[in-house]
């Protein structure tokens, strides 16, 4: 398993939250938000998915990954 940590800007509220946290689980990786830092933890299988393709999906829902 891979571990990264992205920033992700335009996160304010629960719904942001589980909007990214969903994303990512839909990218076929796991993410954990922290809404005050502006980030999420993501633990992943790089046979299974890359990091542009979890960053694609949180960009998809309309938030910026710095």
């Known amino acids: 398993m891979q571990t990264t ?14 909007a990214v946290e969903g994303a990512v689980k839909e990218a076929g990786a796991e993410g954990k938000v922290d809404l005050g830092a502006k980030t999420v933890d993501i633990s992943y299988d790089e046979s299974a998915v890359n990091l542009d393709t979890i960053k694609a999906a949180i960009e998809d829902q309309g938030y910026d990954v710095v």
């Open 5 to 18: 940590t992205l920033n992700v800007e335009g996160m304010s509220c629960n719904h942001c939250v589980q």
